[in-house]
């Protein structure tokens, strides 16, 4: 339980979900906080070791059953991520990626064979995926990537590109999302595949301790089982979004927790002008507003993942928790750099990295506008995207 938990939400959690979420803490603490500063500030993170250590613990692909996977709730998964996060963005997307992504699309729409051959080695974290759906030309507006496949006898032939895909440039399996003359399609291709380039993408502002790439698909072969037979249609990977973004509504929480935690520290530490920060008015003001919005953030992100747990979650509430939490995450990172004045753009705080990061996860697996408009067509039964 943390001191911001002004309206008691830990005692909503069951005692299993409590300690799945203080073995991942420990692990972040132990793994990730020690280093990831100076991750962030090289532009590099041992992902591999990273995700063997987090297979081991079930993490990878935890809320998905079979398969080596842990089977866990949505909320004890939502837990995880709000930890991992805390730690650092990319650290999390590392998890939410390789989980909700690239394991949830074999899981749910691929063949046996398909999951028998990637799934155990994915959740022990000795396989890595990718996702490679975002395009150059085509980010907001997947339905209109260019990304072509056309059948060759028993065969697909892959041409096109993908940008910003994480884990790209170490992934073992690629998700990709291509067009073809029956409409959107996915396939599970093997990177080593002649054809398949990956190239890292360097000199990134935010998300630096995470591995983003490039996907290059030139003349690039596939036999027949390679496709996902139960992908029809976007609204295949649109799905796999929304099975993503649910880690993002509690991840964006961690990274506003640790903010917070260390402005608490530094303004009761602090002292200016004969006295504390936190002792002034001003300063209090902003943590008040500050744990307002993290215990509301908190309280939208237990009711989607109960209601992920029931069955009944829809795509448009996973809209209403990725926007309301992700942007007040950002907003808390920016009032909490405030509090450390200098202090807050200095690598040995937390706060301006998670900012950056912030940054990124506001704009990733959807833009504020788009779930804005997902929110409106839910209210008003207009699109507003056409």
Not at 122 to 150: K, N, V, W, Y
Not at 210 to 237: M, Y
Request: glycine share 10%.
């Amino acid at each position: 339980m943390t001191p911001l938990d002004l309206l008691d939400i830990d005692a909503s959690l069951s005692e299993e979900e409590r300690q799945i979420r203080a073995v991942v803490r420990q692990l972040v603490a132990d793994r990730v906080r020690p280093h990831v500063a100076g991750w962030y500030e090289d532009g590099q993170v041992p992902a591999r070791e990273l995700a063997r250590e987090f297979g081991k613990l079930g993490l990878l692909g935890m809320h998905l059953t079979g398969y080596g996977c842990a089977g866990a709730s949505a909320v004890a998964y939502g837990l995880a991520c709000l930890e991992l996060e805390a730690g650092d963005s990319g650290v999390r997307s590392l998890v939410s990626v390789q989980g909700s992504l690239a394991m949830y699309a074999i899981w749910r729409y691929g063949s046996e064979e398909q999951k028998q051959r990637w799934l155990p080695a994915m959740a022990a974290g000795e396989a890595i995926g990718c996702f490679g759906l975002t395009e150059p030309d085509h980010g907001s507006d997947p339905g209109s990537m260019a990304t072509r496949a056309r059948r060759d006898g028993d065969d697909w032939i892959l041409n096109g590109s993908k940008l910003w895909i994480t884990n790209a440039p170490i992934a073992d399996v690629g998700v990709i999302w291509a067009r073809t003359d029956e409409g959107v399609r996915g396939f599970a291709v093997p990177m080593d595949t002649p054809g398949v380039t990956a190239r890292e993408i360097r000199h990134k502002m935010s998300l630096r301790a995470s591995l983003t790439g490039e996907i290059a698909l030139d003349d690039v072969r596939l036999p027949a089982d390679a496709r996902l037979p139960e992908a029809i249609g976007l609204k295949a990977p649109l799905g796999c979004l929304t099975e993503a973004r649910h880690g993002i509504v509690w991840g964006a929480l961690g990274a506003a927790r640790d903010c917070l935690e260390t402005a608490l520290e530094y303004a009761t530490t602090r002292t200016q002008f004969g006295r504390p920060l936190a002792g002034f008015q001003l300063t209090q003001a902003k943590l008040a507003d500050m744990a307002v919005e993290w215990n509301k953030g908190m309280l939208l992100a237990l009711h989607l993942g109960r209601l992920a747990d029931a069955g009944t979650l829809r795509p448009d509430q996973v809209s209403v928790g990725k926007l309301n939490n992700v942007r007040e995450a950002l907003a808390i990172a920016r009032q909490c750099r405030t509090i450390l004045g200098a202090n807050g753009v200095s690598g040995e705080y937390p706060v301006m990295r998670h900012a950056n990061n912030l940054e990124s996860v506001l704009t990733y697996e959807g833009t504020s506008e788009i779930h804005q408009l997902v929110i409106g067509q839910r209210l008003t039964g207009v699109s507003a995207f056409a």
